[in-house]
């Protein structure tokens, strides 16, 4: 029998950094470019209400999990708020959203180390990224921690020195031309709008894919050392530190580099250095890109791992993925994941250039659903748990109901423009052939297995 269980070895210091870093992948450093060129300067708008949708639904989320943290989080949630079919859909559907997310996250690997190894093929990298990563996962929750820790500093400190010479760079003249740059460029490019409208909301699904991740952090409230503190610091942190480092990133970059130009460098980031003459800098750029993009996938495997345990444990998934190392490690259920990300390094081998592109609106998809039934699963909560549990709650949404209703708006424009994209017909169709293999295997394996007890 087995006797060792999860620990709780996250600290507040590894969460925050978590929640931060989660919320900066390659979405921020790479995919803002594309998001650039069809909104221009009015993508600080659209990261803005990004930001305040993504906080909305982490801050219900949050509710749930100081109440009841456990590992496996809202798909757990959702099997006992919502019933064993939405449980088990969720669990599975957001499996494997973070299985892509591990995939997309390397495919970013192989494309930015083919700057520097452009004879090496691109899935090598992407391959030997999922199986570094997954080898962090299976020595202790400890160690990822400490990784996802470092990690995210390299790419916080790298935004506040970014920042910090844009600053110069707009006040005092900071560049290899020596004018201050101001912040005319916000609008002297055809204006703050400069696709209309429309290229705005086509932007808005880009937008939000850059902040899905952040509720990976109820996946580690199972392993969270003081949840009722280090959730909550979590997501109150979160707030700010979006406002600085995508619109306050976003506003520094558009402000010295016109928005038109941006594309040319591949990077926004890249394009700012360039526009103070430290075009050397690129190298740099290359390497946080890569350890953005490693951060990202170590994240996804640690949550898919999570995500199959609980699945385990509530009899949805095979009872041998609940097992756990001595050091609280479920390394079967990680074992999976890696697995399945490694065959889904393919597409690199086959499409490496539409690659990225794909599997970041898949994602998107997925993504939004599982937020719809965060703030569905949320509302159910509040009603099972009735006032007196509501009394007691250690956490409280914020804005509640106000907050869910404005979130699950926004949700289903961009969710509407998404479909809309010519883009994403591919992506959709793989994902529908997938859900519907989901759906039926509940009825066909798991409801038939419970008709036997």
């Not at 801050?59 to 590992?71: D, N």
């Not at 809202?74 to 919502?82: D, P, Q, S």
């Not at 909550?232 to 406002?243: E, G, K, M, Q, Y």
């Amino acid at each position: 029998m087995q006797t060792h269980s999860l620990r709780r070895d996250l600290s507040s210091r590894q969460m925050r950094l978590m929640a931060l870093g989660s919320a900066i992948g390659v979405g921020l450093f790479l995919g803002s470019a594309t998001v650039i060129k069809l909104a221009g300067p009015s993508i600080l708008l659209g990261y803005l209400i990004g930001g305040v949708v993504a906080y909305f639904v982490l801050s219900a989320l949050g509710e749930m999990a100081v109440y009841k943290p456990v590992a496996g989080s809202f798909a757990a949630y959702a099997h006992e708020y919502l019933g064993p079919f939405m449980g088990y859909v969720v669990g599975w559907g957001y499996w494997i959203y973070w299985g892509v997310i591990a995939v997309i996250e390397v495919t970013a690997v192989g494309i930015y180390m083919g700057l520097w190894f452009p004879d090496t093929p691109q899935w090598i990298w992407a391959l030997a990224a999922i199986l570094a990563m997954g080898s962090i996962n299976f020595i202790s929750v400890k160690l990822f921690g400490e990784f996802e820790y470092w990690f995210a500093l390299i790419k916080v400190a790298t935004i506040i020195g970014m920042i910090a010479i844009g600053l110069m760079a707009i006040f005092f003249g900071y560049s290899h031309q020596g004018i201050p740059a101001g912040i005319h460029h916000l609008w002297d490019h055809g204006g703050f709008f400069p696709n209309g409208f429309s290229g705005f909301l086509l932007a808005m699904p880009l937008m939000l894919f850059a902040y899905l991740g952040v509720e990976m952090i109820g996946l580690s409230a199972g392993e969270a050392s003081n949840p009722n503190k280090t959730i909550p610091d979590a997501i109150h942190s979160l707030s700010w530190r979006i406002l600085i480092f995508y619109v306050g990133a976003l506003f520094i970059i558009l402000s010295v580099a016109p928005w038109d130009r941006v594309d040319q460098f591949g990077s926004p980031f890249v394009a700012l250095f360039d526009q103070v003459g430290m075009r050397q800098a690129a190298g740099f750029m290359n390497f946080v890109v890569i350890t953005a993009a490693l951060s990202s996938c170590n994240a996804g495997i640690f949550s898919g791992g999570r995500l199959l345990y609980n699945l385990s444990i509530q009899s949805q998934a095979p009872k041998s993925l609940a097992r756990l190392s001595s050091h609280g490690v479920p390394y079967l259920a990680i074992l999976s994941i890696v697995v399945f990300a490694s065959v889904g390094v393919c597409i690199n081998y086959f499409i490496p250039k539409q690659a990225f592109d794909y599997l970041a609106y898949a994602i998107t998809l997925i993504g939004l659903l599982i937020w719809f039934v965060i703030l569905y699963t949320h509302v159910q909560f509040r009603k099972k748990i009735g006032n007196e549990g509501l009394r007691n709650l250690a956490y409280r949404s914020k804005l509640w109901p106000y907050s869910s209703w404005i979130a699950a708006t926004m949700l289903s424009v961009v969710m509407v423009m998404l479909v809309l994209t010519k883009e994403a017909i591919y992506p959709l169709v793989i994902l529908a052939i997938l859900f519907i293999i989901c759906i039926s295997s509940y009825f066909f394996i798991y409801q038939k297995n419970e008709q036997l007890k």
